[in-house]
């Protein structure tokens, strides 16, 4: 244990009896009325925070104290594991939360390992206390102790121009604040306190792996909240042999269209290898002439055993508009059979044309013929032609919300609702997230590579069309009801969810679903996984509801 450390603790075992006098501003640390009446109104502040930050399940509370906010957590979690390292502090904080649903323990939190995992773990004055070499390892151990989906918050002390009531002097030490605190009866200890600014401390942590904001009451306080940036571990886990099989192999460079697709076949194959078809679904190969003279297969799997539902559903591959059926036929004839077997709605899909020998407008064009041919095609079919829907995936998933743009635009066929999968929206999504880097599937080379092949010389300027882009419409009313969903691992996560908040804005009924963990196309990558099978049972439902 570092003699800092060592020092730390003991001055917490000494100044337990007198802490509770520092919070309530009792005896010498009481400042007067005005003095006072603005502490207690940011403490107020700070404990509201605190509920809103929604203590739940399984907690963690690192440096309880004398319990002064394990008050406030117990009544709102199934249970608490409050850790301190001064059994002092800890006796006065049974004395203050005696709850069944409480247990308390005594550790030297830099060498404690946790060996469960946390729902919500809360951490108040501690921070400012984490020396600099053990700050790594400290925000380690807490990555260790969250679970899946789970959120830290803390509060701490903003850095006073007037200092501590009990506070000596204050000197830098290294990479570490140091000061004296001074105890009632005269006693000296020394302490780390090390004081942060809010966007300092969003990058640091940023950069060690986690999400999330800080934030300063207006003189005493700084509070923030954060989670994990890390893979949901079935999808992790069943990754795992796709990534052997691609190895250490280097990534297409941004631009490189026929590596990309090259690529893209070795994981498409690997996934395809390992998929049973769906029974029960039935193929009808068909042709549509487009207006510029280009003949396009269209492909209408229905189901064999069950009576038609009436409705049915235009399905756009994805493929970062680089990748035609050519490439990725296989994969989705495997899904679109699944999607019909468990649905029992039929789907058209179109092998549009792509980029970047066939630019911008084109695939949009061929796509919106699809949705025509389907339209006037419905009675044979024995589709009613007002439960139409309109579903893709990734690229697709930017065709199909732009055809519906079309569509009203243009007067066209009604569409009864769009299922936006993981769309691929604003071509101006270039500049790399940090946090995301490590686990994205689909990368911002790769997006740069899609969109520069749809686009050109266009891509990122204020030229490009809203029937490119949908993120780019400035009206969204009058489109139809809406699903969309995304993994919040996914480098098309916030135009997704910009997007829906925008679709919901204008009017449009909006479905949407972050999933935590979830990186572009886990439900294919990872088919089996829960999270994915939830995903994919979700869309099912929505199809149903044609």
């Known amino acids: 244990m570092d003699d800092i450390v060592a020092d730390q603790i003991g001055y917490y075992r000494?100044?337990?009896?007198?802490?509770?006098e520092w919070w309530f501003r009792m005896n010498r640390y009481d400042q007067g009325v005005e003095r006072n009446a603005a502490w207690f109104r940011e403490v107020a502040e700070a404990e509201e925070v605190l509920a809103a930050a929604g203590p739940r399940g399984n907690a963690l509370e690192i440096a309880c104290g004398t319990g002064l906010?394990?008050?406030?957590?117990?009544?709102?979690?199934?249970?608490?594991?409050?850790?301190?390292?001064?059994?002092?502090?800890?006796a006065i904080a049974r004395a203050r939360v005696d709850a069944p649903n409480v247990t308390y323990l005594e550790a030297d939190i830099f060498s404690w390992r946790p060996s469960e995992r946390y729902d919500f773990i809360f951490f108040g004055f501690w921070i400012s206390h984490v020396p600099r070499s053990q700050w790594p390892g400290f925000w380690k151990m807490l990555a260790d102790a969250l679970a899946p989906g789970g959120s830290i918050f803390f509060i701490d002390d903003r850095r006073h121009p007037r200092g501590g009531i009990s506070t000596g002097d204050r000197w830098q030490s290294g990479d570490d604040e140091r000061e004296t605190r001074i105890m009632?009866?005269?006693?000296?200890?020394?302490?780390?306190?090390?004081?942060?600014?809010p966007h300092d401390l969003e990058a640091e942590l940023a950069a060690l792996g986690w999400r999330?904001?800080?934030?300063?009451?207006?003189?005493?306080?700084?509070?923030?909240?954060?989670?994990?940036?890390?893979?949901?571990?079935?999808?992790?886990?069943?990754?795992?042999?796709?990534?052997?099989?691609?190895?250490?192999?280097?990534?297409?460079?941004?631009?490189?269209?026929?590596?990309?697709?090259?690529?893209?076949?070795?994981?498409?194959?690997?996934?395809?290898?390992?998929w049973t078809p769906s029974e029960g679904v039935g193929v009808e190969r068909h042709e549509l002439v487009t207006d510029d003279g280009a003949t396009l297969a269209l492909d209408w799997y229905h189901p064999l055993a069950a009576e038609h539902p009436g409705s049915a559903a235009l399905y756009l591959h994805g493929g970062g508009m680089i990748l035609g059926l050519e490439h990725v036929g296989d994969l989705f004839d495997l899904m679109v059979r699944n999607y019909v077997a468990t649905s029992g709605v039929p789907m058209l899909v179109v092998d549009y044309r792509i980029a970047p020998e066939h630019p911008f407008p084109t695939p949009v064009e061929d796509c919106y013929a699809a949705l025509n041919w389907l339209a006037e095609h419905a009675q044979a079919l024995g589709v009613d032609p007002n439960r139409i829907g309109v579903m893709g995936d990734s690229a697709g998933g930017n065709l199909a919300a732009a055809v519906c743009l079309l569509a009203r635009d243009r007067g066209?066929?009604?569409v009864a609702q769009q299922l936006l999968i993981h769309p691929m929206l604003d071509d101006r999504t270039t500049t790399p997230d940090p946090l995301l880097l490590p686990f994205?599937?689909?990368?911002?080379?790769?997006?740069?590579?899609?969109w520069g092949a749809l686009l050109g010389n266009l891509a990122g300027t204020d030229e490009v069309s809203q029937y490119a882009a949908p993120a780019r419409a400035t009206d969204l009313t009058g489109l139809p009801d809406t699903y969309i969903d995304v993994g919040d691992l996914d480098i098309f996560r916030d135009e997704d969810v910009e997007y829906a908040r925008r679709l919901s804005d204008a009017g449009v009924p909006t479905e949407l679903h972050l999933y935590p963990g979830c990186m572009h196309a886990f439900d294919v990558l990872a088919r089996k996984a829960d999270v994915s099978q939830r995903a994919i049972a979700a869309r099912v439902r929505r199809l149903c509801a044609l």
């Open 14 to 20: 000494a100044r337990a009896g007198e802490y509770d």
């Open 69 to 90: 906010w394990t008050r406030h957590l117990a009544p709102r979690v199934e249970r608490l594991l409050a850790l301190d390292a001064a059994e002092e502090s800890m």
């Open 184 to 197: 009632n009866d005269g006693r000296h200890y020394t302490v780390v306190k090390n004081f942060f600014v």
């Open 212 to 274: 999330g904001w800080v934030r300063e009451t207006q003189e005493f306080f700084i509070y923030g909240s954060f989670t994990r940036v890390s893979p949901d571990p079935q999808v992790l886990a069943e990754l795992a042999p796709l990534l052997e099989t691609i190895g250490e192999s280097e990534p297409p460079a941004a631009g490189d269209v026929e590596n990309s697709r090259l690529y893209a076949r070795r994981v498409f194959d690997h996934v395809t290898e390992r």
């Open 412 to 414: 066209g066929p009604r």
């Open 440 to 450: 994205v599937t689909w990368t911002y080379d790769d997006n740069i590579t899609g």
